[in-house]
């Protein structure tokens, strides 16, 4: 019996899978092989011809070539976002894990309001112009880091506390400086762990539609989310442009997810188990 169950909730799982994940990817292949024609039917239809070379090309050259501007801004913003998020969470994860004070309660509380807390996009606007950094790539970057700070921190967290004091105390006796010990002791520990921010982080801040539409005006300024606007207007969207264009941008999140997938899951695991 218990058998039989576990086999039909395994075969619901796939099927739920399919439907949520596989059929919508399938119709958005479809509709970047068709023309403009058949694709404003907006079905399941087999193309009736393979259009699929002539929409890349109308879309990286639409705009004067806004996407190819698209990805770089992309690209740089997820790379520098990223490296800042693990070089500060494991650090701040690092200290709460080791330094036992009366502040941690009200610090951890912090961690966890950024969390829970959505962000005031007004007063965020006005303080980047007070900055200077509105609608500049390193005052995105500077966002980016802020929101998803909190998440890093509650990972690092869990998964330094895994690691015993003894090799601590060890590099200490031996005369490192306490960076010395953090760089070349425990940071290299973490690297299940960063791998797991790295790809979840990175999938996050490139597939970012929201914060680059608020903090980030501008064409020269676009990403990748943003060139999506191209090819829709008040009475009238180029759907296999559209679909041509999700179609570019859901590749490099994919195949990241392809080949990290199982060093996500170890490394979330690792770090709720032994927590």
């Known amino acids: 019996m218990k058998k039989r169950t576990s086999i039909l909730g395994g075969a619901a799982a796939i099927a739920a899978t399919f439907v949520v994940f596989v059929i919508p990817f399938i119709f958005i292949i ?19 011809g393979f259009h699929f070379w002539e929409n890349v ?11 190819i501007t ?34 941690n309660g009200l610090i951890e509380f912090l961690v966890l309001a950024g969390l829970m807390v959505p962000p005031a996009v007004v007063p965020t606007i006005w303080l980047l112009q007070g900055l200077k950094l509105f609608g500049t790539l390193h005052g995105m970057i500077l966002i980016e880091v802020a929101y998803n700070l909190p998440f890093s921190i509650i990972l690092y967290r869990a998964f330094v506390a895994t690691i015993p004091r003894d090799l601590d105390e ?14 070349r002791v425990v940071l290299p520990l973490l690297w299940p762990v960063t791998v797991t921010n790295i790809v979840v982080q990175s999938v996050g801040i490139f597939n970012d539609f929201t ?19 191209n090819f829709q207007s008040q009475f009238s969207t180029a ?20 080949f990290f997938n199982r060093q996500i899951v170890a490394g ?8």
């Open 211 to 229: 914060n680059p539409l608020y903090y980030l005006p501008g064409n020269a300024n676009a990403t990748v989310q943003l060139t999506l606007y």
């Open 30 to 48: 479809l509709m970047a092989f068709k023309d403009r024609q058949q694709s404003a039917l907006r079905d399941f239809s087999w193309p009736t």
């Open 70 to 103: 698209a990805f770089i801004n992309s690209s740089i913003i997820t790379v520098v976002s990223v490296t800042l998020l693990v070089i500060f969470a494991a650090m701040v994860g690092y200290v709460l894990a080791r330094r036992k004070t009366r502040w």
């Open 239 to 258: 759907y296999n442009l559209l679909f041509t264009n999700i179609l570019l941008i859901t590749i490099p999140p994919l195949l990241v997810f392809m």
């Open 268 to 275: 979330m695991t690792a770090g709720a188990v032994k927590g």
């Open 170 to 183: 060890a590099a200490i006796i031996d005369g490192a400086r306490p960076l010395d010990v953090f760089f």
């Open 57 to 67: 090309v109308e879309v990286v050259k639409t705009r004067n070539w806004m996407m």
